[in-house]
Nanobody, 122 residues
Framework: QVQVVASGGGLVQPGGSLGLSCTASGNIFSINAMGWYRQAPGKERELVATVSGETITYSADYLKDRFTISRDNAKNTVYLQINSLKPEDTAVYYC????????????????WGRGTLVTVSS
């Protein structure tokens, strides 16, 4: 099995910064992509950004101004740096990892972490 655990959430004042991290562990042969999603209160979960190999994709251009996704392949870890936080960034941030398990299972996996809450408030 493969698990992902996200951390780094918390209460931040508007205009502040926060760094999230997410590490995948378990029966991992390869990871194709890792990404961050968020779900604000009363809204559906939405994509923030993903990193696959050398390709970084943000769900919207405006996110690039304040969100930076990065990945440490050696550590199976993906990071999300959020600057100039706004109240509308308040959400549970979820990590996702997709890849393949080691032999003999060699199964594809697509796993989600429990999420980490980011609250932006004064």
């Amino acid at each position: 099995q493969v698990q992902v655990v996200a951390s780094g959430g918390g209460l931040v004042q508007p205009g502040g910064s926060l760094g999230l991290s997410c590490t995948a562990s378990g029966n991992i042969f390869s990871i194709n992509a890792m990404g961050w999603y968020r779900q604000a209160p009363g809204k559906e979960r939405e994509l923030v950004a993903t990193v696959s190999g050398e390709t970084i994709t943000y769900s919207a251009d405006y996110l690039k101004d304040r969100f930076t996704i990065s990945r440490d392949n050696a550590k199976n870890t993906v990071y999300l740096q959020i600057n100039s936080l706004k109240p509308e960034d308040t959400a549970v941030y979820y990590c996702n990892a997709r890849g393949r398990e080691r032999p003999p299972t060699s199964r594809d996996f697509n796993v989600w972490g429990r999420g980490t809450l980011v609250t932006v408030s004064s």
